[in-house]
């Protein structure tokens, strides 16, 4: 059942009056909410003010009091009364960035510390009255970031141009907006402005044809995280940014991408770099919407519902990053599919129940081998050498696990396996058990250089598929040794002589099998 709209106190009041129902207010503690009524409470003599709080923790009910019923809320017990005199008074944007800005408002006396705590010896510090005075500069300001700063209004046309008309990159989250038209207002006199940022203001609905005008001409990022925005609204608003590159819609519950592919990329021509982070997308196929974005190169999906990926039909042509972290990606068949998008390099994937399960090194080994196009993963670079081994490591171990299959079958299960076959060659079919165990007396010798004396020895039972670098982390406890500072080399006797040779076990992703080890072998660790 959905929440019911909230409705309006029927408190006597004007429109010039503050503050009015539907105006967003804020305390002195930061707290923000809605204001649902303005009234008389029955019982008291005083006139309240009803709220309902942007989080539901600062709530105590849901407009009701001693059984009648002031206002509802659009989350349950997410309301409070509370006296007007306990809101801050709203301000205008220069109101705000005079308090913010000029001498910080920090006074003489707080640019002064006393020594050794004794007031009387008094040193002014040295640097800020100069810092001070070319912060005061307003029409110098390029960088302004007023967050919750408690700004409903604008001011009077041309004073914000006049005071502060160089401001590139401005900050306005937070703040007490509902109305677009406000913002238009304060932002149609900012020529220079480049970047802004609304976050967790709770606006309107934009019109169906939004009349912004020039206001938002030369923006090229924008930030509307937490305002309830629908993506259909986002592209409404593509007309009046039509500059736009960068483009945040994180936490906005957003369960659907409702906009044709044509539609998307006609409002964003030139979006290269769409964060859509913490929302509640589930079905891959609403991103069809965004795979005619002209310029996309970076789609950021962190903490959504995706629990399986599909292959692209179309579109995508650009995108060379993606995050799909935090999500809920079932199966490593998903991970397939990825290797579809035509310039993807750069991955983040990490948190997702397929990946999980392996754990990191083996998730890495996965991922590198079925996406053969990405040079980073999880935000680390991956050299040639690294993928070559996670392929060929993986291609084997395939294969094992498919060892009565025939090669349709692989195809179907593995889309790369032809390739990496044409790459590597055919893997051997081996019908040995996984779990093949050397010997159960395995000597592993540490020492401090080749053919050096034997500094501790010790008998270990070794799984031949177990990875070099597995071995290594098996040896790090029982050695004190670092894996990283270990040189692994499998000493074994020449067929015909009583020379040893001393073979290193230097690919980390290689399975101990891979260097033949024998019963009466020695593996020798040489810390390095």
């Not at 306990?86 to 707080?110: C, E, N, V, W």
């Not at 160089?166 to 007490?176: G, P, T, Y």
Request: aromatic fraction near 8%; proline fraction near 5%.
């Amino acid at each position: 059942m959905s929440n019911p709209e909230p409705t309006s106190g029927q408190a006597t009041h004007t429109s010039t009056e503050w503050p009015a129902v539907g105006q967003r207010v804020s305390t002195e503690d930061c707290r923000q909410g809605t204001v649902r009524y303005r009234g008389t409470v029955d019982g008291t003599a005083d006139e309240w003010v009803g709220v309902e709080w942007d989080n539901p923790a600062w709530g105590k009910h849901s407009g009701e009091l001693h059984g009648r019923v002031y206002f509802s809320c659009r989350t349950p017990n997410s309301g409070s009364f509370v006296r007007s005199s306990k809101l801050m008074p709203p301000r205008s944007f220069l109101q705000a960035l005079r308090a913010r800005y000029t001498d910080f408002g920090i006074a003489k006396h707080d640019l002064q510390l006393s020594l050794g705590g004794d007031s009387k010896v008094v040193v002014e510090t040295v640097g800020w009255d100069k810092l001070n005075r070319e912060q005061s500069q307003l029409d110098r300001l390029r960088v302004a970031g007023l967050i919750r700063q408690g700004i409903l209004f604008a001011d009077a046309p041309g004073e914000i141009a006049e005071t502060a008309p160089a401001i590139v990159d401005l900050d306005l989250s937070e703040n007490l907006f509902t109305s677009w038209e406000v913002i238009v207002d304060i932002c149609r006199e900012l020529k220079h402005l480049e970047q802004l940022e609304l976050n967790t203001n709770r606006l309107d609905p934009l019109p169906p044809v939004p009349q912004f005008s020039d206001a938002f001409a030369n923006l090229r990022v924008l930030s509307l995280s937490n305002t309830d925005i629908s993506w259909s609204e986002a592209c409404r608003l593509g007309p009046s940014v039509p500059r736009l590159t960068t483009f945040s819609l994180g936490s906005n519950s957003l369960t659907q991408l409702d906009v044709e592919p044509s539609v998307a990329a006609e409002a964003f021509p030139h979006l290269t770099n769409l964060s859509l982070d913490n929302n509640a997308l589930s079905d891959w196929q609403q991103l069809e919407s965004l795979s005619q974005l002209p310029c996309l190169q970076q789609l950021n999906l962190r903490a959504n519902y995706f629990v399986e990926i599909t292959a692209p039909t179309s579109g995508f042509k650009q995108l060379t990053s993606l995050n799909i972290s935090k999500n809920r990606v079932a199966t490593v068949y998903s991970v397939d599919q990825l290797d579809a998008y035509p310039a993807l390099d750069a991955l983040t994937i990490h948190g997702n129940p397929a990946l999980d399960a392996s754990g990191t090194e083996q998730a890495r080994v996965m991922v590198i081998a079925r996406v053969g196009r990405i040079k980073t993963l999880n935000g680390s670079e991956i050299e040639r050498k690294e993928r070559e081994d996670s392929e060929m490591y993986y291609l084997s171990h395939f294969v094992a696990g498919f060892a009565n299959a025939d090669e349709e079958e692989r195809q179907s299960k593995y889309p790369r396996y032809r390739e990496l076959c044409q790459k590597y060659g055919t893997p051997a079919v081996s019908q040995t058990s996984k779990e093949t165990v050397l010997d159960d007396h395995v000597t592993v010798t540490l020492r401090d250089a080749m053919r050096g004396p034997t500094l501790k020895s010790a008998k270990h039972r070794i799984l031949g598929t177990s990875t070099i670098r597995s071995l290594k982390n098996i040896l790090q406890r029982s050695l004190r040794v670092p894996a990283h500072k270990q040189e692994l080399y499998c000493v074994t006797k020449a067929s015909d002589k009583d020379e040893l040779l001393w073979i290193p076990m230097d690919h980390d992703l290689r399975e101990v099998n891979y260097y033949n080890v024998q019963r009466g072998d020695e593996l020798a660790v040489v810390a390095s």
